[in-house]
């Protein structure tokens, strides 16, 4: 996942714009990959998931992207809202084990 | 949906008491897990089981230990709490890895110790 650090990333979008959050994990074997979003006080939120077997998969307004390539995974937002506001996580797994990245947060302009 | 449900939202408890939290899931998942959230940490794993009465280390298990006696419930416990065990503490449950399912998590216990 991302570098943990003290200081989340954080992205700021219009409302109605189009957020893209971005990922590097970290074990080229991993062969499943997840977003979450965490609003505050509540425990992380399933958004979606996608096996190392594709490359692009799509939700209700959401889509993930990956490159296994560079290691990267993205999430895309559509016509971001207000309710959008949150912390974004990536996780991978490979076996067992679920490595979550530090998170964005991202916020969004009325 | 699946539900996992934390028994305390918010719990404060003194320097060496015993503290319980307590976890439930209501979709006969196999796999259960603690998870403490600390800012600029992440979440970091304290202890699993994928069935009743096992148990794994996580990558921080020390001052922790569960009990699994029921495959819906998973507690987390903590023997003697330190102020450093002051933290956000989030349970997941899971389908066996195979089936490549996401964790699904509780909304958490947020704990201080004093």
């Known amino acids: 996942g991302e570098s943990v650090g003290l200081h989340l990333p954080t992205l700021s979008v219009q409302e109605g714009d189009n957020s893209i959050i971005n990922c590097a994990y970290s074990?080229?074997?991993?062969?499943?990959f997840i977003w979450y979003k965490q609003e505050s006080g509540k425990g992380p939120q399933f958004i979606i998931d996608i096996r190392s077997n594709m490359d692009k998969r799509q939700g209700q307004r959401v889509t993930v992207l990956l490159n296994k390539t560079v290691k990267h995974l993205s999430l895309q937002i559509a016509a971001t809202q207000p309710g959008d506001s949150a912390v974004y996580f990536c996780?991978?797994?490979?076996?067992?084990?679920?490595?979550f990245g530090a998170g964005t947060r991202l916020f969004v302009k009325a | 949906d699946v539900k996992v449900t934390q028994s305390s939202r918010y719990l404060v408890k003194r320097t060496g008491e015993k503290v319980f939290l307590e976890c439930v899931q209501d979709m006969d998942h196999e796999n259960m897990f603690w998870y403490r959230q600390d800012p600029g940490l992440g979440l970091r794993l304290i202890y699993f089981s994928y069935d009743v009465k096992m148990k794994e280390k996580g990558d921080i298990p020390e001052g922790y230990s569960v009990s699994r006696e029921k495959k819906e419930r998973f507690s987390l416990i903590l023997e003697s709490a330190s102020t450093n065990q002051t933290s956000m503490y989030l349970c997941?449950?899971?389908?066996?890895?195979?089936?490549?399912?996401?964790?699904?998590f509780g909304n958490g216990t947020r704990l201080t110790v004093t």
């Open positions: 074990n080229s074997a991993s062969d499943y």
């Open positions: 996780a991978e797994r490979g076996g067992f084990k679920t490595i």
């Open positions: 997941a449950s899971s389908s066996p890895t195979g089936n490549n399912s996401p964790l699904h």
